[in-house]
């Protein structure tokens, strides 16, 4: 039989109605949330700049504007493009109606962007050049903004386009891989300049690898497990009707669908949250490069905090003198950029940047009071100590069990003093995300629901499949790694028709897997176009 007559026949089985278009009060309260978050977010941002009495050029607005509707469009996409996984299962069980689905899955997108903590965030900000990172308010870091929001999303609507499942994180990862190596090889020669962190990039790659490798063979046993546990025969029937399945069944189907929702917007909804800081702390450095929401009451123990870590810079620094901070920044950056950080010139640096950290929070009694033309120097030290930390931790550099506690506690404060994300940022995203997984939808349920295996989906296989994303994703998001919530489902699906013993169709697994291999070459390419275009014109 080939793949179009066993599509045929899986829809002959109950096929839900997927042609139901939003009535005229669907669309009203549609475009109301869409005004509502777009008028938040920018009373929000206004009223941030207010605060601090930093005035931003019309040019700059324009830009910020621009770059921060790119990023809630990215967000959009992912919403429609990513989150119709979710609601495949309980559509394609007719455990909810599509429209009913789509808007119950959306409301809970919101509630897990809400609710997150922004560590996966930052996560993907750490693949990015540092340079970048340190100068995101150049042209450079506009360019980089633009060209890896620009990439992911052209690669998004490609692959839905065409009906392919495809990771919008794998997309999101490639474009940061694709502007690091371009901004490498348009380095002029002789400069240090940094590319793609491969350590931090082969961790989220490994997650990215194996998180549909373990949705494969965890579903198949989830579901072998159900049919040991659980003797209901209706449980893994296929449905005969449109009508709804029992009670206890749809419940768990609609529990499930609403874990996996809540756990992709507390994971993925970080990336645009992440991204969104950078674009804000290029911009309007005064309001955002700082966490200026910390009492004055965390100063004591950051001060604290940094002369111990100081201390520990100094020893292992062998008797080399600190050095002044605009030399220890070119110092602890070169080091940074070729990962080498365990030697004494740079333990040096490191020790004369925590003291000037230290000097300046003093003086201007707490974070929140730091002025202005302090501010980016300050946040970048602080960005330089804290990912010098991080990689030092990550190569095993040696220290004493009192030194690593010191440098943990330094590198949790500086944390909690440059990384955080104002209520406004996260209520945009969350209503971008959201919505977007109301709009556009159709294409990759069909795919999900009917082309992946040879046989309609069943209550038990639709369950088991939900369940391992949801806590694939819930165990990532603990470790702060981006997953793809795409292909942690789709290979949970073909792990139950594996098990079920109900066959798969290998066209549509193969244009899957296909994807898989492409996204992250193909992100690359198109974002190291763009940003080599964008870094000609600016």
Request: net charge positive.
């Amino acid at each position: 039989m080939t793949d179009a007559a066993i599509t045929s026949s899986v829809a002959r089985v109950a096929k839900p109605h997927l042609d139901h278009r939003p009535n005229a009060v669907t669309s009203v309260v549609f475009c109301t949330l869409l005004a509502l978050g777009l008028g938040y977010g920018l009373h929000g941002l206004v009223d941030d700049i207010r605060s601090v009495n930093e005035p931003i050029a019309v040019g700059v607005f324009f830009l910020l504007g621009i770059a921060l509707l790119i990023a809630l469009g990215f967000e959009f996409v992912n919403g429609f493009h990513d989150t119709a996984n979710a609601v495949a299962t309980v559509i394609y069980t007719h455990s909810l109606p599509p429209v009913v689905a789509v808007v119950w899955s959306g409301c809970w997108n919101f509630i897990g962007v809400m609710v997150s903590t922004g560590a996966v965030a930052y996560s993907i900000i750490t693949l990015l050049p540092v340079e970048l990172i340190l100068q995101v308010g150049s042209g450079a870091g506009y360019a980089m903004i633009f060209a890896l929001l620009l990439a992911a999303i052209i690669w998004n609507l490609g692959t839905w386009a065409l009906g392919i499942p495809n990771s919008s994180s794998h997309a999101l990862i490639g474009s940061v891989m694709g502007v690091g190596l371009a901004n490498q090889l348009m380095a002029p020669a002789g400069q240090h300049t940094s590319g793609v962190d491969w350590s931090q990039a082969m961790k989220v790659f490994q997650a990215l690898l194996f998180s549909p490798l373990m949705g494969f063979g965890l579903a198949a046993v989830a579901l072998l497990l159900l049919k040991v546990l659980v003797r209901s025969p209706t449980l893994y029937q296929e449905p005969k009707t449109n009508a709804p399945p029992p009670w206890w069944i749809r419940g768990l189907l609609v529990l499930t669908c609403t874990g996996v929702s809540f756990a992709h917007g507390s994971n993925d909804g970080q990336k645009g949250m992440g991204l969104i800081m950078l674009i804000l702390i290029g911009a309007a450095p005064t309001a955002y490069a700082l966490n200026r929401t910390m009492e004055d009451s965390h100063t004591p123990a950051f001060v604290q905090s940094a002369a111990s870590a100081q201390a520990v810079f100094e020893t292992h620094a062998k008797g080399r003198p600190m050095i002044p901070p605009a030399q220890a920044r070119t110092v602890v950056g070169d080091a940074l950029r070729t990962k080498q950080l365990d030697k004494p010139a740079v333990y040096a640096g490191l020790a004369s940047l925590s003291q000037d950290i230290a000097a300046n929070v003093k003086n201007y009694g707490s974070i929140k009071h730091v002025p202005a033309a302090a501010t980016p120097n300050l946040r970048n030290d602080m960005y330089l100590a804290n990912d010098a930390i991080r990689i030092m931790t990550k190569n095993k550099v040696k220290f004493a069990p009192d030194e690593a506690k010191a440098l943990k506690a330094y590198s949790d404060n500086l944390q909690k003093s440059t990384r955080f994300i104002p209520t406004w940022v996260k209520v945009c995203v969350a209503i971008a995300l959201g919505l977007g997984t109301m709009v556009g939808w159709k294409r990759i349920v069909v795919t999900v629901g009917e082309r992946i295996g040879k046989t309609h989906l069943t209550y038990a296989q639709g369950a088991a499949a939900e369940l391992v994303a949801m806590g694939t994703i819930l165990a990532a998001d603990a470790y702060a790694l981006p997953v793809s919530t795409t292909h942690i489902l789709s290979s949970g699906v073909a792990g139950t028709m594996a098990a079920n013993g109900s066959g798969l169709q290998w066209s549509t697994v193969r244009s899957i897997a296909m994807a898989w291999v492409l996204t992250l070459p193909a992100a690359m390419a198109i974002s190291g176009g763009i940003y080599f275009i964008l870094r000609q014109l600016v």
